[in-house]
C-alpha cells in the first residue's frame, strides 16, 4: 500500500522563477492538503483540493495556484518565487468521507530552496 | 483566533523515562480535534494520536498518551519509556469544525518541540 508520495525531493530556484511540486495520495484516498513549514516554524495550511476543487484556502497569495486530477494526485505552483518562499512544502492526503479524521497522512516533503 | 502554543522549544529525556510536551490551544468551537505529529529529522510528519473535543476518556497509543484538560484548553502528549527513536520534534495540532466528514481538513500547528533522548 504506497503512501503519499511527493517530488521533488529537492528543488532550487532563482528569484522570479515558477516551480510545480507534485503530489500523489495514498492509495483510496481523495483529498489532498498542501503545507509551507518554513525552518524552525510549524507548517502552515496552504490549500486542500477534493473533487479537482480548491475547497478551502490559508492566507497565501494567489502566487500560489494548485491543481487536482481525475486521479486525484495534485500539483501546487509557485509563481514569482520570493526569498520567503524557500520552506518544506508537504502534502497531505485523507477521505473526504470518513468518519475518523485523524486518517491525514503526510508525504516526506519537498524542500524548496529559493536563491 | 484558533491558536496553539507550545511553550517548550526543546526538551531533554533520559532513556526509558516518561516525558510530558505541553500544548495548549484557543477555540471558539464546541466541536475540534487535536493531533500530535512527530516529525523526525527526514521531514515526513507521523501522526502519533488524535482527541476529539467529545471524548471523554484520554487517547492512548501505545507508549503515547495525550492528557487532555478541556477547561484549561491543554492537550498535552506524554511519551512513556523514552527510545532514543523518539528524538524528533513534535507538533500539537487542532482542527476546527464538525468531527465526522470531511468538510475540511485544515490543520493549525504549533511551532513544535524538539526532543532529545539521551541514553
Known amino acids: 500500500d504506497a503512501g503519499v508520495t511527493q517530488s521533488p525531493t529537492h528543488l532550487i530556484k532563482t528569484r522570479g522563477q515558477q516551480v510545480t511540486l507534485r503530489c500523489s495520495p495514498k492509495s483510496g484516498h481523495d483529498t489532498v492538503s498542501w503545507y509551507q513549514q518554513a525552518l524552525g516554524q510549524g507548517p502552515q495550511f496552504i490549500f486542500q483540493y477534493y473533487e479537482e476543487e480548491e475547497r478551502q484556502r490559508g492566507n497565501f497569495p494567489d502566487r500560489f495556484s494548485g491543481h487536482q486530477f481525475p486521479n486525484y494526485s495534485s500539483e501546487l505552483n509557485v509563481n514569482a518565487l520570493l526569498l520567503g518562499d524557500s520552506a518544506l512544502y508537504l502534502c497531505a492526503s485523507s477521505l473526504f468521507a470518513q468518519q475518523k479524521l485523524y486518517e491525514q497522512y503526510f508525504g516526506p516533503g519537498t524542500r524548496l530552496t529559493v536563491t | 483566533a484558533q491558536k496553539i502554543t507550545q511553550t517548550q522549544p526543546g526538551m531533554f529525556v533520559q532513556e526509558k523515562e516518561a516525558v510530558t510536551l505541553d500544548c495548549t490551544y484557543d477555540?471558539?468551537?464546541?466541536?475540534?480535534?487535536l493531533f500530535w505529529y512527530k516529525q523526525p529529522s527526514s521531514g515526513e510528519m507521523i501522526f502519533l494520536i488524535y482527541?476529539?473535543?467529545?471524548?471523554?476518556q484520554n487517547a492512548t497509543e501505545g507508549r503515547y498518551s495525550l492528557n487532555f484538560q478541556k477547561a484549561r484548553k491543554s492537550a498535552n502528549l506524554v511519551i512513556s519509556a523514552s527510545q532514543l527513536g523518539d528524538s524528533a520534534m513534535y507538533f500539537c495540532?487542532?482542527?476546527?469544525?464538525?468531527?465526522?466528514?470531511?468538510?475540511?481538513?485544515?490543520?493549525?500547528f504549533g511551532t513544535g518541540t524538539l526532543l532529545a533522548v539521551q541514553p
Open positions: 482527541q476529539g473535543s467529545y471524548d471523554e
Open positions: 477555540t471558539s468551537d464546541q466541536s475540534y480535534g
Open positions: 495540532a487542532m482542527r476546527e469544525g464538525p468531527l465526522y466528514g470531511g468538510a475540511t481538513n485544515k490543520l493549525i
